[in-house]
């Protein structure tokens, strides 16, 4: 009767870390969707507003760290992308007070949008930062022919 306990809490631990295994698994998706949603949606917005999207947007991208020295080695990486980029230092956004603003003008491709924004937050967070989204003006459609 002692084995069989002991293996029934032994199935039981197995079981509980595979399920808490797979309710992390869901919410990094959960995550993803989030971030890749809000891109489309706000490139829906712009569209909306009467924007267009063949046309090359300036694109502004927001990110904080909480050191200067890992601001300024995504900031230089991005340059090499063709990005403007600049750090500020804030220390009235507490534990990470620098800010890194990155600039580029391109077109709102839903997709290439959505890929740009996971490798920013992946950057991001791999320096100990965080990815807090873009921001474009809108680019007027030019009237078609009468």
Do not use: C
Request: charged fraction near 30%.
């Amino acid at each position: 009767m002692q084995l069989s306990t002991t293996w029934m809490i032994g199935f039981a631990i197995v079981g509980g870390l595979f399920a808490g295994y797979r309710i992390w698994q869901n919410l990094q998706k959960l995550r993803t969707q989030r971030n890749d949603s809000w891109d489309e949606r706000l490139i829906v917005q712009l569209r909306k507003r009467g924007s267009d999207p063949f046309k090359p947007h300036d694109i502004d991208f927001f990110l904080a760290f909480g050191t200067q020295d890992a601001a300024e080695r995504l900031a230089n990486r991005l340059r090499g992308e063709g990005f403007d980029a600049d750090v500020t230092d804030t220390p009235e956004n507490g534990d990470l007070r620098y800010s890194l603003h990155a600039h580029k003008s391109m077109k709102l491709i839903v997709p290439d949008m959505k890929e740009l924004s996971r490798r920013l937050t992946d950057a991001a967070a791999e320096l100990g930062g965080r990815y807090d989204g873009w921001a474009a003006k809108e680019v007027p459609r030019e009237p078609g022919p009468v």
